[in-house]
T-cell receptor
Framework: GENVEQHPSTLSVQEGDSAVIKCTYS??????FPWYKQELGKGPQLIID?????GEKKDQRIAVTLNKTAKHFSLHITETQPEDSAVYFC?????????????FGSGTRLSIRP | KAGVTQTPRYLIKTRGQQVTLSCSPI?????VSWYQQTPGQGLQFLFE???????NKGNFPGRFSGRQFSNSRSEMNVSTLELGDSALYLC?????????????FGPGTRLTVL
């Protein structure tokens, strides 16, 4: 079946440094790639997303890049802060209309060292 | 605007029992989806409802069922509980339109089966 691989599973960075999380998807028809942040005791929250007609998208300290040829997409967090500590999930979806089409990665636990 | 709410937040049951979980979506959202989250399997899609109709179902046994009411509130039921059903059950709501399916997650219900 279709799947999304996410690396690394854990990541520890010094406060102020950058963090990068990478995902690879298998379904070449995927055209929507959301990223979620899940804090302890809470549900996942969408932090940024990208559609297949765009190669890069930025929102303040967060950016996502997409390489459709290689079927790779990545999350970049710059100037990390303690509140960035959480589990991050990437996902790939074929279309925008159904939750059933969203395949999630296995998650990356990001820790920010003070 | 109130977010997605789920009740109860925590639940402890024994094998063989059944359980009902409840989800209230964001006002105006007509689509509700349910996910099971476990450390080993990650986020797995259970089912999706739109305007009281089940639109899609994931690969889970028939012990897992759900429904949606006319006010878009949804319930999911698990019968004959097994130890492996212990998980965080997440509900997400969205507008469910063809160009906007952003998932807004609730905090989840932590189910423990003893």
């Amino acid at each position: 079946g279709e799947n999304v691989e996410q690396h690394p599973s854990t990541l520890s960075v010094q406060e102020g440094d950058s963090a990068v999380i990478k995902c690879t998807y298998s379904d070449s028809a995927s055209n929507y790639f959301p990223w979620y942040k899940q804090e302890l005791g809470k549900g996942p929250q969408l932090i940024i997303d990208i559609r297949s007609n765009v190669g890069e998208k930025k929102d303040q300290r967060i950016a996502v890049t997409l390489n459709k040829t290689a079927k790779h997409f990545s999350l970049h967090i710059t100037e990390t802060q303690p509140e960035d500590s959480a589990v991050y999930f990437c996902a790939a979806s074929r279309g925008y209309s159904s939750a059933s089409k969203i395949i999630f990665g296995s998650g990356t636990r990001l820790s920010i060292r003070p | 605007k109130a977010g997605v709410t789920q009740t109860p937040r925590y639940l402890i049951k024994t094998r063989g029992q059944q359980v009902t979980l409840s989800c209230s979506p964001i006002s105006g959202h007509r689509s509700v989806s349910w996910y099971q989250q476990t450390p080993g399997q990650g986020l797995q899609f259970l089912f999706e409802y739109f305007s009281e109709t089940q639109r899609n179902k994931g690969n889970f046994p028939g012990r897992f069922s759900g429904r949606q009411f006319s006010n878009s509130r949804s319930e999911m039921n698990v019968s004959t509980l097994e130890l492996g059903d212990s998980a965080l059950y997440l509900c997400a709501s969205s507008r469910g339109t063809s160009d906007n399916n952003e998932q807004f997650f609730g905090p989840g219900t932590r189910l423990t089966v003893l």
